[in-house]
């Protein structure tokens, strides 16, 4: 890795003088991007129809929880976060994933409930664009 590193400085030494363009080197590591590698005997990748109510315990947070049950799963953390505030907006201050109550009962869903939930999303998306699309408004002179 030392010597790849090298050898880019070294070619971009040598053709700054030929050329200012800025380049970005990205390094690639295993899994995740984060050198983790995925856990294939997670309860959640293994059963797609798992899923589980947790009690929330005082300072514990949504990311937290996120990774007891998903961690390196492979599952996008952001759509599982939607997923759950959705589900379990009873436990969250206006939707918001940093004002978690404590004490309350959350369902962490199974994949199958978080896929049926975004296909619901996308078809209410869908239906909402192409009813605004039926209409022309002019305002004005």
């Known amino acids: 890795m030392k010597y790849l590193v090298l050898l880019i400085s070294a070619i971009f030494l040598f053709n700054q003088v030929e050329s200012n363009e800025p380049f970005v080197v990205?390094?690639?590591?295993?899994?995740?991007?984060?050198?983790?590698?995925?856990?294939?005997?997670?309860?959640f990748v293994k059963n797609q129809n798992h899923s589980v109510n947790h009690k929330v315990k005082s300072?514990?947070?949504?990311?937290?929880?996120?990774?007891?049950?998903?961690?390196?799963?492979?599952l996008n953390m952001k759509i599982l976060e939607v997923s759950i505030?959705?589900?379990?907006?009873?436990?969250?201050?206006r939707n918001n994933p940093h004002f978690l109550f404590a004490g309350k009962k959350i369902r962490i869903p199974s994949v199958n409930e978080i896929m049926s939930l975004v296909k619901n999303q996308q078809k209410n998306q869908t239906y909402?664009?192409?009813?605004?699309?039926?209409?022309?408004y002019f305002y004005g002179n």
């Open 85 to 93: 505030i959705e589900i379990n907006k009873h436990a969250f201050v």
């Open 128 to 136: 909402r664009e192409s009813s605004r699309n039926g209409h022309i």
């Open 26 to 43: 990205l390094e690639y590591k295993d899994g995740m991007g984060q050198g983790k590698s995925l856990n294939k005997e997670n309860i």
């Open 59 to 74: 300072g514990e947070s949504l990311s937290g929880i996120l990774k007891k049950y998903y961690g390196n799963s492979g």
